[in-house]
């Protein structure tokens, strides 16, 4: 993402990295700038995709790892395709980490409790930017399954995870505040997003 905190931190632990983005999607230009600042700083390749009617610009078998991080729910297109992609820039043995938003996290529970719809609500929907900004396709768990196996991966890790305080994400429905820790409970798959490691078949497996 803009953000380039991964690659950030992967080029740190001494990984050559290369990054990739859509540099036409709008964005502010304090992000655009701090952007520009962060490439340079940390000498980070950059490959532009043109957007989702071109392919990744990734060359085939080049890669041993690629990581996609809440990105996958923003293209509006059929994420086979690009799933496929990716798995053909990996060396065999290459693994791919991917997270995506969780389409039966709590979160969409506490805002129709709340009254503010089911997501993405329109009140999302006023705020976002421009259209890449909201979720054309969230995922249950055995979705994620099916759509990473039919690509050819063979699935190592796949787990529920929260990146935002479970009692952080509370303060948005203050109203049904007190329904968060009995529904925790009875709901534990209902974290934010799903994480997955999936490896390309054949020889390089360590």
């Known amino acids: 993402s803009f953000y380039l905190h991964f690659p950030i931190l992967l080029k740190g632990m001494g990984h050559t990295v290369v990054a990739v983005d859509s540099p036409d999607l709008p964005q502010s230009p304090g992000l655009v700038k701090s952007f520009q600042a962060r490439l340079q700083c940390h000498q980070l390749v950059f490959q532009p995709w043109k957007g989702i009617e071109h392919p990744l610009p990734l060359d085939r078998a080049s890669f041993d790892a690629v990581s996609m991080l809440e990105t996958l729910e923003h293209l509006p297109c059929r994420h086979h395709s690009v799933i496929a992609q990716v798995r053909d820039a990996l060396?065999?043995?290459?693994?791919?980490?991917?997270?995506?938003?969780?389409?039966?996290?709590?979160?969409?529970?506490?805002?129709?409790?709340?009254?503010?719809?089911?997501?993405?609500?329109?009140?999302?929907?006023?705020?976002?930017p421009h259209d890449s900004a909201l979720h054309f396709k969230e995922y249950m768990r055995r979705e994620l399954k099916i759509v990473l196996r039919d690509a050819g991966f063979e699935i190592e890790i796949l787990s529920t995870i929260d990146f935002t305080p479970f009692e952080q994400r509370g303060e948005r429905y203050r109203n049904v505040k007190s329904?968060?820790?009995?529904?925790?409970?009875?709901?534990?798959?209902?974290?934010?997003?799903?994480?997955?490691?999936?490896?390309?078949?054949?020889?390089?497996?360590?």
């Open 91 to 128: 060396r065999p043995g290459g693994l791919f980490l991917i997270t995506v938003p969780n389409v039966l996290r709590m979160d969409r529970f506490l805002s129709i409790l709340s009254g503010r719809g089911f997501p993405p609500t329109i009140h999302e929907m006023r705020k976002a």
């Open 179 to 206: 329904l968060l820790t009995p529904l925790a409970k009875l709901w534990p798959l209902g974290g934010e997003s799903h994480l997955v490691i999936a490896r390309k078949p054949g020889c390089g497996k360590s």
